[in-house]
């Protein structure tokens, strides 16, 4: 149930009451008469009169006292601030102040300004149901009352009528607060009615309130039921609150506004007062005199119940302390495990973040260690000496054809086995020769490298005039060792035919030094660099960077687009950074925008090339 609903629920209803909830009367009490506007017209002519002289303090004040009346606050505080500017030390503005306190809901302030004006010399009389009004919501219903029926005594207005009825129902004087709304509620007073609900729920008849509401708004009255239940069970200021204001809680503003009210005046016990009714007044019956043991039983007895009163008032704010305790520590304790669910899924996100950024890490730092090795690798073949070519042996046995020997290229690491296809390996430390083993030739080493291949089963033919096949290497190997010839052959040496010297040619020109190429590892050092992204297409890296830019502008703001090939993509590169933890740093602050990146280092004499983002 909220304020505004409650403040609403009434002024929804009709002007007009159902006659089942009417009271007997005169037909000419039922005729709909347009009601007096009394404060309106006294309103209208004061602003007749300002129109003529703005500076006349008198309607200022006038007018401010009567836009009050007529439930206008800001208005009435505007006409008081240019009766202040004018005459400061008027008495009146401070009234005037008072009654805009009242209405905004600050009766402790009110009842000081109030004070201070009577101090002054104002009378208050003319004040006296604004003053009553402010008795009333700080819980002082006996001074209250006592302003209610000085107002009464003059010509009251509506609104004094159900102040006063309000009162007396909040202090349990139900019969008297119905007397006093009677002539109001004969001429189908809407806010009298209202007035009647309120009274009935505050003396704990709800189905009363519930049948006036529910018959003046139909199913909408229905929904006071809950504001109805809750009236008994406040104390006399919150009750007052409640149903001038439809406000239910006790808020600290309040609590505080109503310790800033003067003391209260001593009060004298007054006799009920009469109201006029649409029935004949039958005259009052004199009073005898009492007993002095009746006036002291019924002291006694006025003692009892009022003490009685304070005990329920006091048990009831008591019992209102500790729910309001109890659902202080409710709300903090569901505060708290709020903030604890919400610190365990930020610990999950930031675990679950920092799991995914050390698995990129590693697989970054994997791959990075696999290229570094195949680089390795292949600057190690590069650097290694070509071996140079095999030589053939003499044919022992002219006859048959000479068989080739096939060497085969040594591995990067080579060692003495069987290639692939089966052929024989040699390395090439031992110049081609097996192995020796102390002083002797390795017997497995001989008889492997004096295995032959016939020139037939290779597809060659001999040379022509002679049968012997040509030497056939698949790759460079160290040559194989060479026999001696039998002894009978080296008794008839053949003549050696003499081969003439090749004329000296002339010594080529000197050729024109080649300028130094620069050094890849100064043009290109080893730099800290963040990969934000990748592709095939190197002229789709630009519009990839621009998409990235503009999900995160800030941290991009400043940062140059490299690219640099990876296999068969390219990278697409933030930086130069100054260290790998300002490349992180970068790394950090754009996953905060939902952007996944990893810091990199490239190698010196890697090419990194600009991008031309346009």
């Known amino acids: 149930m909220t304020r505004q609903l409650i403040l609403r629920a009434f ?71 240019r009766a202040q500017a004018l005459a400061p030390g008027n008495p009146r503005v401070q009234a005037g102040q008072a009654m805009v306190m009242v209405r905004m809901e600050k009766p402790g302030e009110a009842l000081r300004l109030f004070a201070a004006a009577e101090r002054a010399g104002v009378a208050m009389r003319p004040y006296a149901s604004d003053r009553g009004l402010a008795y009333d919501l700080i819980g002082a219903q006996g001074h209250a009352q006592r302003e209610h029926r000085l107002a009464m005594q003059d010509d009251p207005d509506d609104d004094t009528i159900r102040r006063f009825a309000l009162s007396l129902g909040i202090s349990g004087r139900t019969d008297e607060a119905m007397a006093v709304l009677d002539p109001l509620l004969r001429r189908s007073d809407r806010g009298a009615w209202r007035a009647r609900a309120f009274i009935l729920a505050m003396n704990n008849d709800a189905a009363g309130a519930d049948k006036i509401a529910a018959s003046m708004m139909g199913g909408f009255g229905s929904a006071l039921s809950p504001f ?144 570094a090795e195949q680089q390795r690798l292949a600057r190690a073949a590069a650097a290694r000496p070509a071996t140079p070519p095999p030589a053939t042996r003499p044919d022992p046995e002219p006859s048959q054809p000479a068989p080739v020997v096939v060497a085969r290229a040594p591995d990067p690491a080579p060692r003495p086995g069987f290639a692939p296809d089966g052929a024989m390996v040699l390395p090439a430390e031992t110049g081609g020769r097996p192995p020796r083993i102390g002083a002797e030739d390795n017997v497995i080493a001989r008889i492997v490298a004096g295995i032959t ?14 049968e012997e096949a040509p030497v056939v290497a698949e790759a460079a190997a160290p040559p194989p060792p060479v026999v001696s010839p039998p002894p009978e052959a080296e008794a008839k040496p053949e003549p050696v035919a003499k081969t003439p010297e090749p ?73 130069p950074f100054k260290s790998e933890g300002a490349a992180q740093d970068f790394v950090n602050a754009i996953a905060k925008k939902g952007l996944s990146a990893f810091a990199w280092t490239s190698e010196a004499g890697q090419k990194i090339e600009k991008l031309d983002v346009k």
């Open 503 to 575: 004329k000296a040619k002339p010594a080529p020109k000197p050729q024109p030094k080649a300028k130094p190429k620069p050094d890849p590892a100064k043009t290109d050092p080893a730099r800290h660099w963040v990969q934000v992204a990748g592709g095939a297409n190197v002229k789709a890296l630009p519009r990839e960077w621009k998409r990235l830019a503009a999900e995160a502008p800030a941290e991009f703001r400043g940062k140059q687009a490299w690219t640099t090939p990876l296999r068969f993509t390219n990278r697409l590169l933030a930086g």
């Open 228 to 371: 109805f239940r809750r009236l008994p069970t406040l104390s006399p200021a919150d009750k007052a609150f409640a149903v001038h204001f439809g406000e239910l809680r006790r808020t600290p503003a309040r609590i505080a506004d109503a310790q800033s009210a003067p003391p209260l005046p001593p009060l004298a016990q007054e006799p009920p007062v009469r109201v006029a009714s649409a029935d004949t007044a039958r005259p009052a019956e004199p009073a005898r005199p009492r007993r002095r043991s009746e006036v002291r039983s019924a002291r006694e007895a006025s003692e009892r119940a009022r003490d009685r009163q304070e005990a329920e008032r006091l048990a009831r704010q008591q019992a209102e302390e500790a729910e309001a305790r109890r659902l202080a520590e409710a709300r903090a304790a569901e505060q708290r495990e709020a903030e604890r669910q919400a610190e365990l899924q930020r610990q999950a996100e930031a675990q679950r973040l920092a799991d995914a950024r050390a698995a990129q890490e590693r697989a970054e730092a994997e791959r990075i260690a696999r290229e």
């Open 453 to 466: 291949i016939p020139a037939s089963e290779l597809g060659v033919e001999p040379m022509p005039g002679r």
């Open 11 to 81: 002024a929804l209803a009709g002007s007009a009451v159902p006659l089942s909830l009417s009271i007997a009367a005169p037909a000419s009490a039922q005729e709909v008469v347009a009601p007096p506007t009394p404060n309106a017209d006294r309103l209208a002519a004061q602003m007749r009169i300002l129109a003529t002289d703005p500076r006349n303090v008198e309607a200022l004040l006038t007018a401010g006292e009567a836009s009050a009346r007529l439930n206008d606050p800001s208005a009435a505080a505007g006409f008081f601030a």
